[in-house]
């Protein structure tokens, strides 16, 4: 059974910053891409960055976010730098075709 679980979510003063993980288990045909997603209340989720033989950031994250992984620890990895109050969403990681539960993200302007 394929696990994606995310962690580091909480609370953070905007400009401040916030790294996320996500422990994947369980066999996986294949874990490129993995990717970060994100979901404001009301809102669809959106793409914030993917991570395969080549990177992709959303235009709105670029500069400020990092994506990488640890195929070692089976974990990916968004550090999150310069944090916007409009940013507040609830963060999933996902290898296709499975999903995270997702992690809170709440930046206090």
């Known amino acids: 059974q394929v696990r994606l679980v995310e962690s580091g979510g909480g609370l953070v003063q905007a400009g401040g910053s916030l790294r996320l993980s996500c422990a994947v288990s369980g066999r996986l045909v294949s874990i490129d891409p993995m990717g970060w997603y994100r979901q404001a209340p009301g809102k669809q989720r959106e793409l914030v960055a993917l991570?395969?033989?080549?990177?992709y950031y959303a235009p709105s994250v670029k500069g400020r976010f990092a994506i990488s992984r640890d195929n070692a620890k089976n974990t990916l990895y968004l550090q999150m730098n310069s944090l916007k109050a409009e940013e507040t969403a609830r963060y999933y990681c996902?290898?296709?075709?499975?999903w995270g539960q997702g992690t809170q993200v709440t930046v206090s302007s």
């Open positions: 991570i395969s033989d080549s990177i």
């Open positions: 996902k290898v296709s075709p499975y």
